[in-house]
Each structure stands twice: as C-alpha cells, then as structure tokens.
C-alpha cells in the first residue's frame, strides 16, 4: 500500500501540473477528473467481479504491470516535444481504468490476510500506510516537478510500480483458490448490486461515501491546483507542503485507529468525520491565510479519513467473502463520482470563479450530510444496528 498509493499521488500531482501547464484552464482541469472518473465508472464494478471469480494476487500483479508501461510511455511523452493534450488523456483514461480494477481486489484482499476480528485494524494499518504515502508523496512530488517537469515527474514514479510487484511476489498470500465461473460477467455484477441494495447498513453507507465524494472529494480531482496556483498563488513546490498538512491529519487518525481495540461506536465516528470534513473544507475554502488554510487542511484530512476506515471496516466485516470484490467495488466507485463530477464543477468554476464555487460546494456537502442523517433512521441507529446484529461476519437483510 506504501508504493501503490505513494505512485498513485505522485501521477496524480503529475498529471494535474501537466495538463495546468499545456492549458491553464480550470475547465480542462476538471475534464481531467472527468476523464478519469468515467474510466473509473466503467471498469470498477468490472474489477469487483473479477475479484470474486479470479486470484486476487495474480490480478492485483497484472494491473501493476499495466499501470507501469501506461506510465512509461506517458513519462516519455510528457518530456518529449510531441506531448499532446488527447494523447495525455487517452493515456489517462487507461491507467485510471487499471487503477479501477486494481483498488477493490486490493480492498478484498485484506480478509484473507488477517482473522475477522482484526478487519477494522487491518483497514487502518492499509490506511494508514496509504497516508503515510499522501503525507510525504505532495512534498517531494512538488519538489521533483519543480525540478524536473511533469514528465520525468511521472517516470520517477515508476519506481513504485516495481515497488507493488516485488511486495506481492513476497506476500504469503493465504486466500482461497477461485476457478472462473461460466456466468457472464454482468450477471455477477448484478449480484453484487443487488445484495448491497436490499441491506440498508450497507447501502446507506455507500449513499452517505457517494455525497462526500459528489460535493466534496471531487475538488481534490484537478480543480485544487487550479485554488492553489490562482486563489493562494503557491508553486507546485508550495502546494506540495499545503498538501502535506492534508496527509498529516489522515496520517495521525489512521495510526491511532490501527493501534486500538476495535471501535465502540463506529457508526458515531463514521457520522461525525462524515460532518466535520464538509465543515473544515468550507473554512479552507475562506480562509486565505496559509496557517489557517493548513490546519484546516489538516482537520479535513483527519475527518475524511476517519470517516472512510470506519465505512470501509464496517462493509468489511458484514459481508460475506465471495461477496467481497463485488460489494467493495460498489462502494468504492464515489471515488468515480468524486472525479466525474469534478468535469460539472470545472465548468461552474468557469463561469462563477472558483473563489465562490469552493466555498458553496463545501456548505452543500455538510449540509447535505446533515440533512442525510437527520433523514435515514439506520445512520442515526448505525451503532445499535451493528450490535443487533444476529451473527457477526455474515449480513441479514435489514429490508
């Protein structure tokens, strides 16, 4: 997890500088985040099959390989004089699609790795492994860019590429052999559609995931650099240590969860990190000050990820495991929606500025989130649902 979201921040510094430096516009910029949520929305529910019909360790090394030549040639012609702005994004658009069938078989994994009873500790070690990446990757992606450009930015991170696969040629993988089963793909898809919408704890987590990431993650998707580099007039050097202060928060909350007993009340941090990040996000987006910007930055980061261990920990440990790929890659796609949606705001931006949309977006977001809660008894009651709970590890019906 350290390479795999350490080489996925880095290209994602890399790509938004590059294609701010080809077009200076924030429209493109959320075109970016639209293109790669559309790859996401296509094949990530494809990658939650697949997970439940094939090896997962033998998939997860096929993405990475994928991922690293999609890199290389992206790298090189970034450096090169032929860089083209369709070339970048076609090649965005398939390294997004591998990285949409890599994020749940790696999120299924995780069971097989560890007993049930350590499920919430394990997705806050991964978590917190994945932050530790997001909180030092913008300081020295920023610096690299600044030193050596987007391109040989992006083929420096290849070196994570390499990273993922000799991690998963040493793991003692334990999980269970699968045989690829003769029904069409779509078919298993529907299954996994079907079983998280007839169980409300799980679906209404998905639903509460798909508002954060709508009104909220969606600005981190290319539109950040165009308020840091505008609004607050940082290089990608200075935007790298404002982000920074982002990482730390989600580094502190995913160590301190990793190291606990499990959570009493998971459903109360899921509610309040769910509240507190909308909040946070909407004092970034007045303040104008950088100390201020960074500890609010940092509250942000602590809030949202305390709100996505304790979704991700709770799907987690109800579903079943042949279950697991499929349900997970549901519930994964707000990172889709965040980054689709970015292309609607890029645009409103445009019109309005983004001085204005960063601001009203955020008090939509903890609106929204309020008004959920206040709305949805089984978010209210989340708690007291877990601990009703007939038989730990396999999800009833809550119809």
Not at 27 to 52: E, H, K, P, S, T
């Amino acid at each position: 997890m350290v390479f795999a979201s350490g080489t996925m921040a880095f290209q994602y510094y890399a790509q938004m500088w590059l294609v701010y430096e080809l077009t200076d516009s924030v429209w493109v910029l959320g075109a970016l985040g639209g293109i790669r949520g559309l790859a996401a929305m296509m094949f990530g529910l494809y990658g939650g099959a697949l997970a439940d019909r094939l090896d997962r360790r033998l998939l997860l090394m096929v993405t990475q390989s994928i991922s690293l030549v999609v890199s290389v040639i992206l790298g090189l012609l970034a450096i090169s004089e032929y860089v083209n702005l369709w070339w970048v994004f076609g090649l965005i658009f398939v390294g997004s699609a591998t990285a949409s069938l890599d994020a749940p078989v790696r999120q299924a994994l995780i069971p097989e790795l560890v007993p049930s009873a350590c499920i919430p500790n394990a997705v806050a070690l991964t978590t917190a492994a994945q932050m530790g990446s997001f909180a030092i990757t913008p300081i020295f992606a920023g610096l690299v860019i600044d030193a050596i450009g987007s391109g040989g930015a992006y083929l420096l991170s290849t070196a994570g590429n390499l990273g993922v696969l000799l991690a998963l040629v040493l793991l003692h993988y334990r999980g269970q052999r699968r045989v690829a089963r003769r029904e069409p793909v779509l078919t298993t898809v529907s299954q996994g559609i079907s079983y998280a919408r007839h169980h409300h704890i799980v679906a209404w987590i998905i639903v509460l995931n798909f508002i954060i990431a709508a009104l909220g993650f969606s600005l981190y998707q290319g539109l950040i650099v165009s308020w840091a580099g505008d609004v607050l007039g940082l290089t990608p050097g200075g935007y790298g240590l404002l982000a920074a202060t982002w990482g730390a928060g989600t580094l502190v909350v995913s160590f301190s969860l990793s190291y606990m007993d499990t959570p009493r009340h998971p459903g109360r941090i899921l509610i309040v990190g769910s509240f507190v990040f909308g909040l946070s996000f909407l004092l970034f987006g007045l303040v104008r000050s950088l100390p201020l910007a960074g500890i609010a930055f940092f509250i942000n980061g602590a809030a949202w990820t305390a709100a996505s261990i304790m979704s991700a920990s709770i799907i987690q440990s109800i579903i079943s495991n042949e279950m697991r790929g499929r349900v997970m890659s549901l519930f994964m796609l707000n990172g889709a929606l965040a980054q689709m949606n970015s292309l609607a705001l890029g645009v409103f931006a445009g019109f309005i500025g983004m001085e204005l949309l960063l601001p009203a977006t955020t008090f939509l977001c903890t609106l929204a989130v309020v008004a959920l809660v206040l709305a949805v008894p089984t978010l209210r009651r989340l708690d007291g649902a877990l601990k009703d709970r007939d038989q730990p590890g396999e999800l009833r019906s809550d119809r």
